[in-house]
């Protein structure tokens, strides 16, 4: 009890001595917190986007078959739907027909594809609420497209996609089969690429290497890689945002070191006196400790809420120009809050830590020193 | 009230709340899975492989469908016309054996 106390008295003087320089500790305490917030955002966001990805792309087809003309992605034969014959374990197979379709009224890239499932008319399409946003468009209105030959058609929006699949569905324009093949120019017999279903995902590699020797022009590619893709994209862009701030970070530690390193005559002055009136040089520590403590908990915890509000609650604005690039569709989505608490901990250790012992070392030199020589 | 004292409360509330969202991200995993559901859907009904996070170019859009030097493609030392392509790790032949 006796010992709380004291600490209690210990606060008590340290918050009036960050009082006294309030200026200069509430500016050390900001650029602490942005520094916190920055690293602690794509930290959070990356691991999110990772998770979610790696849950979503779960449903993606488990291989899908292009084929390559010098060495480029090129249209896939109906026939080769029935070269690839029987083989154990693929459950289903079907040839997909997408493409990518340049609007120059708004300057952006749509992502055409035919979805069966949707019974489509031939004059209908169904879009994603990026395009509807965009273009200022809505169910039952007309969106044209220039056709490979130079025909304008004109398509009856449908209906709009879900908001809460934009992740996957900003740029997407769903049409009929026959309106894909006649607006695109893409021959009867002839496909994007194929997909196949195989119920046991121990037997994929196999199949696809049973799929290059029949097919030698053709590039499987697993949902495995997929995954993989994803995971080092995402791995990668947090690895260079984190060197993008390495010059703000080195630039902090360097400002925060000569803070909590470098007393001034006025500290040491205040130590002096201090032990002068009987203060021991645990109790010197101790203040000190408790206020180098202070200062990087309370940053790490302010940065680290910001960053959360950020990413979970304000969809990672910040980061929107770094993901959009050039791009004028971009989805609007709200990440699941997930975490990583070793992420977590190693930001917390590495915020509150040094700061801490930068702050004790220099004060433990002076406070072993004679008072009257460290006042003089 | 002693001076320590709204101090001490900040903290408590900051921590609390600290604590609430590392609790928060293990609370419901089941709502988290029934959010995405309607995603996955779409995933599986399309057969979707790529996020639409990427629109700005051909490759960017379909990450694991573009042929891996594409965000090189005009020549080995070119700068990547496309921010987003910029941003593209380099394709590692010898971890995926993919090379082309």
């Known amino acids: 009890m006796g010992w709380l106390r004291h600490q209690r008295y210990l606060l008590d003087f ?31 966001f990356t691991h999110a986007l990772k ?18 003309e010098a060495g480029r992605h090129a249209l896939i034969p109906a026939d080769y739907l029935r070269k690839i014959g029987r083989l154990r374990g693929v459950t289903a197979r079907k040839g997909r027909l997408w493409g990518y379709f340049y609007d120059p009224a708004v300057r952006a890239n749509y992502t055409l594809m035919v979805a069966p499932e949707r019974r489509l008319a031939d004059s209908e399409v169904i879009i994603g609420s990026a395009i509807a946003r965009t273009r200022g468009i809505g169910p039952g209105d007309y969106l044209t497209f220039r056709a490979h030959d130079g025909e304008a058609y004109s398509f009856r929006v449908r209906e709009l996609l879900a908001s809460d699949t934009e992740l996957f569905s900003a740029d997407l324009v769903l049409m009929s089969e026959r309106a894909f093949r006649v607006s695109q120019g893409v021959a009867e017999g002839w496909y994007t690429d194929i997909v196949l279903s195989v119920s046991n995902p121990l037997e994929l590699a196999k199949i696809a290497e049973k799929l290059t020797l029949r097919l030698p022009d053709t590039r499987p590619i697993l949902r495995e890689e997929i995954l993989r893709t994803y995971d080092s994209i995402f791995s990668w862009r947090q690895g260079i945002l984190f060197v993008l701030l390495l010059g703000a970070i080195l630039a902090f530690v360097i400002f925060a070191w000569d803070k909590a390193s470098g007393l ?54 910040l980061f929107e120009p770094v993901l959009k690039g050039w791009a004028v569709l971009y989805p609007a989505f709200r990440l699941t809050p997930v975490i990583d608490g070793l992420q977590v901990a190693t930001l917390f250790f590495f915020s509150v830590f040094p700061y801490v012992v930068a702050t004790i070392i220099p004060i433990w030199q002076v406070s072993v020193t004679d008072p009257d020589a460290v006042m003089r | 009230m002693r001076k320590s004292d709204p101090l001490l409360s900040l903290l408590a509330l900051l921590a609390g709340l600290f604590l609430w969202t590392l609790a928060g991200s293990t609370r419901s995993p089941q709502a988290a899975a029934e959010r995405l559901d309607p995603v996955r859907r779409l995933v599986s009904e399309l057969g979707l492989s790529d996020p639409a996070l990427f629109t700005e170019a051909r490759y960017t859009r379909h990450l694991s469908q573009a042929d891996l030097h594409s965000a090189f493609q005009d020549h080995p030392m070119a700068l990547e016309h496309f921010p987003s392509g910029s941003l593209l790790a380099p394709p590692r032949p010898a971890t995926h054996g993919r090379g082309e």
Do not use: C
Request: proline share 1%; net charge positive; charged share 20%.
């Open chain 1, 14 to 44: 340290i918050i009036a001595s960050l009082l006294r320089r309030k200026g200069k500790n509430l500016g050390l305490l900001l650029v602490y917190s942005l520094i916190v917030f920055m690293l602690a955002s794509v930290m959070l």
């Open chain 1, 51 to 68: 998770r979610e990805m790696g849950q979503v792309l779960q449903a993606s087809p488990e291989i899908i078959l292009q084929r390559i």
């Open chain 1, 264 to 317: 001034s005559a006025e500290e040491r002055r205040e130590i002096g006196i201090l032990k002068a009136v009987g203060w021991e040089t645990g109790d010197v520590l101790r203040m000190k400790f408790w206020e180098g403590a202070i200062l990087s908990l309370m940053a790490f915890l302010l940065g680290y809420l910001l960053a959360y509000l950020h990413v979970f609650h304000a969809s990672a604005s």
